[in-house]
C-alpha cells in the first residue's frame, strides 16, 4: 500500500479538512504495516492559485506542517514535506499535460467554482491545477488517497491521465489510484449556511471552526451556528431537508465515533438550546490536545523546517525513478 495525500497550506487547518481528510491520513498512518508507506505533503505548488504575500505563504507552510503533526501525523513513520521542495511535481506536471485533454479540465466543478463569472481572467495555474494533483499522486505510485468528497472528481481524472498515458506510450507505468473517502464527514458544510462547505477561502470566519480556535471562540461559533427552530428527531431520517441540522448532528456524531442515528435518539426531542452545549463541550474536548501540541510546536521554525527538509529528500528519491520512466517513455533526453 502507498498512502498519499496533500493540503493547500492557504489559512488555518479547519474542521472540514480534520474531520473530512487528516483523521483519515492518521488512521492509515497508524495502520500501516512494514510493507506500506504513506506520504502527506504540503500543496504550496497549487497554493499559487491563490494570490498571498510571499512572507505569508512560508508562514502558511510551517502552520499547515506544525498542525499535521499536531493532529498526528508522525514525520518518522510518513514522508512529510512540501510541495515546492521537490521539483519533479512541476516536471512530471508538465509532463503530464500532453496526457490531459482540455475536454477533461473543462468538466472541473472546483474551477468553475474557483474562478467564478470572470473565467477569462483566471490564472491558467488555476485552470492545470488538477493535472499538478495527478502528477502528486502519480509520482509516487500512490494506490490509496484519503480525501473529502470535494476532490473525487480530481481523483478521477488523476486517473484517467493515468489510464492514457500508459495506453499511448505502451507501458504499464503508472499505478491506478483509487480515492478514500470518509462515510460520514466527507463534506462538513459551513456553519452560516448549510449548503456550502466548510472552507478556508469563506471570508466569514464563523462560518468555520479553525483547529487554532480556543475553548471560547468553538463555543461562541457553536452558539451562533444555524440551525432550527424544530426539535431533534428521533433518526437521522428526520434530519432530511434539514442542512444545518443534518450537519451539526454529522459533526457530533464523528466526533464522539457513534452513528447520526444513535446521535438523534439521544437527543430526541430536545431543541438546539440543549444540543449546541453538548456539542460545543464535544468540540472542545477533541480540539484542544490539537491545538495544545500545535502551539508548542509553531514555537520552533527551526526544527520544523528540518523535518520539511528531510522528508522532501525522502520524497525525492522516491519519485525519482518513475519520474524518469516518464521521460523515457516519451523519448524525451534527461
Ligand atoms: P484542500 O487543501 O482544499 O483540503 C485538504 C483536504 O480536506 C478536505 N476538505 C474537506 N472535507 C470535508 N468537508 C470539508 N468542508 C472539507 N474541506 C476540505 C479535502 O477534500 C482535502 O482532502 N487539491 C487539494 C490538495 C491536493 C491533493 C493532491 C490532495 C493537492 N494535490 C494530491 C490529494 C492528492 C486541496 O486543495 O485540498
Redesign the pocket.
Known amino acids: 500500500m502507498r498512502v ?5 497550506p ?1 489559512g488555518n487547518l ?1 474542521l ?2 480534520y ?4 483523521r483519515n491520513w492518521v488512521r492509515m498512518q497508524d495502520e500501516m504495516d512494514s510493507q506500506s508507506e504513506c506520504f502527506f ?1 504540503l ?1 504550496d505548488m ?1 497554493s499559487i492559485t491563490v494570490a498571498e504575500e510571499p512572507a505569508a505563504r512560508i508562514r502558511h507552510v510551517r502552520d499547515m506542517a506544525a498542525a499535521l503533526i499536531a493532529a498526528g501525523i508522525d514525520p518518522d513513520r510518513s514522508v512529510l514535506f512540501n ?1 515546492a521542495r521537490v521539483p519533479a511535481h512541476a516536471e512530471l506536471c508538465w509532463l503530464l499535460n500532453g496526457t490531459a485533454r482540455i475536454g477533461w479540465l473543462n468538466r472541473m466543478t472546483q474551477f468553475k467554482d474557483k474562478a467564478g463569472k470572470n473565467r477569462e481572467g483566471a490564472s491558467v495555474g488555476l485552470y492545470v ?1 488538477p493535472v ?2 495527478a502528477a ?2 502519480l509520482l509516487y505510485q500512490a494506490t490509496h ?7 473525487k472528481q ?2 478521477e481524472l488523476t486517473r484517467d491521465v493515468a489510464t492514457k498515458f500508459n495506453a499511448d506510450f505502451g507501458v504499464d507505468l503508472f499505478t491506478i489510484p483509487d480515492p478514500i473517502i470518509p462515510k460520514e ?5 459551513s456553519l452560516r449556511d448549510g449548503t456550502a ?4 477561502s469563506d471570508p466569514s470566519d464563523a462560518s468555520r471552526i479553525n483547529l487554532t480556535d480556543d475553548d471560547d471562540a468553538i463555543m461562541a461559533k457553536v452558539r451562533k451556528a444555524k440551525s432550527d427552530q424544530e426539535m431533534l428527531p428521533e433518526t437521522a431520517e428526520g434530519l432530511a431537508g434539514r442542512a444545518e441540522a443534518a450537519n451539526l448532528v454529522g459533526i457530533f456524531a464523528t466526533l464522539s465515533g457513534e452513528s447520526a442515528d444513535a446521535v438523534c435518539a439521544r437527543f430526541a426531542g430536545q431543541g438546539f438550546g440543549a444540543f449546541k452545549p453538548a456539542l460545543g463541550e464535544v468540540l472542545v474536548e477533541s480540539l484542544r490536545p490539537i491545538r495544545e501540541r500545535f502551539l508548542a510546536l509553531r514555537g520552533d521554525d527551526s526544527a520544523l523546517d528540518a523535518i520539511l527538509q528531510k522528508g522532501a529528500a525522502r520524497a525525492s528519491a522516491a519519485a525519482e525513478p518513475t519520474l524518469r520512466a516518464a521521460y523515457e517513455a516519451m523519448g524525451l533526453m534527461r
Open positions: 498519499l495525500s496533500g493540503i493547500q492557504t479547519h472540514g479538512n474531520l473530512g481528510a487528516i505533503f500543496a497549487h510541495q491545477y499538478l494533483m502528486d499522486v488517497v484519503p480525501v473529502g468528497e470535494d476532490q480530481h481523483l464527514s466527507a463534506r462538513i458544510m462547505k466548510m472552507s478556508k
